[in-house]
């Protein structure tokens, strides 16, 4: 298996620019799991589906933030309108099951100016 | 809500001496894991932990879940410049999620 794979690995934008951060969990995974990683916060997880369906977004920042799995092999996390505090390196996991090891994907590293 | 600390922040030690970075939760905790990450990597689980005093060891890493289940620790002997990177610790409370601590950076020097 490829792993989990995120797309695109760095992404620079302007302000007030839309942005959406694309993951493919490993095949057969029910979970997954969006952090945003800083140096300040740390690794803070933004949102979690089980099974394409999200169970808590209470991590979502604003309104600003959505997030979507239409399916069990693709999920989105957009930014309408972006700003430069959103600037960060936004991961994507996977695990088999809830409270089991999560598989990282590579990252985005947004960057916002 | 639930909180997890990690201590210390940074540390940089001489490579051959030991480390051990400190997770503490405010929280009775239902599991933990342990993640490494790699400078401009990502998280890699290395492993979880579940019963009260449980200890386990992963060649030179000794990994620890305290009696209260409210802390834990990752000790490394003899460290070696392979073990550069931020280590993680993150917490669940009998649900799906893990509350991460904010990692410890290790440095070894040469």
């Known amino acids: 298996d490829a792993g989990v794979i995120q797309s695109p690995r760095h992404e620079v934008t302007e302000m007030g620019q839309e942005v959406t951060l694309r993951c493919k969990p490993i095949?057969?995974?029910?979970?997954l799991f969006w952090y945003r990683q800083t140096m300040m916060r740390g690794l803070e997880l933004l949102i979690y589906?089980?099974?394409?369906?999200?169970?808590?977004d209470s991590g979502m920042p604003e309104d600003r933030f959505s997030a979507k799995m239409p399916n069990a092999s693709f999920s989105t996390l957009k930014i309408q309108p972006s700003e430069p505090r959103d600037s960060a390196v936004y991961f994507c996991?996977?695990?088999?099951?809830?409270?089991?090891?999560?598989?990282f994907g590579q990252g985005t590293r947004l960057t916002v100016v | 809500g639930q909180q997890v600390m990690q201590i210390p922040q940074y540390q940089h030690v001489q490579e051959g001496e030991d480390f051990t970075t400190y997770c503490n939760s405010s929280t009775t905790l239902s599991n933990i894991q342990w993640y490494k990450q790699r400078p401009g990597g990502h998280p890699v689980f290395l492993i979880q932990l579940v019963k009260s005093g449980e200890v386990k060891k992963q060649k030179r890493l000794t990994f620890q879940f305290g009696e209260a289940k409210k802390n834990s620790s990752l000790h490394i002997t003899a460290t070696q410049t392979t073990d550069v990177g931020t280590y993680f610790c993150g917490g669940g409370a009998g649900s799906y999620q893990l509350t991460f601590g904010k990692g410890t950076k290790l440095s070894v020097i040469p």
């Open positions: 589906f089980n099974n394409n369906v999200p169970i808590d």
């Open positions: 095949s057969g995974h029910n979970s």
């Open positions: 996991a996977s695990s088999l099951a809830r409270a089991t090891e999560a598989f």
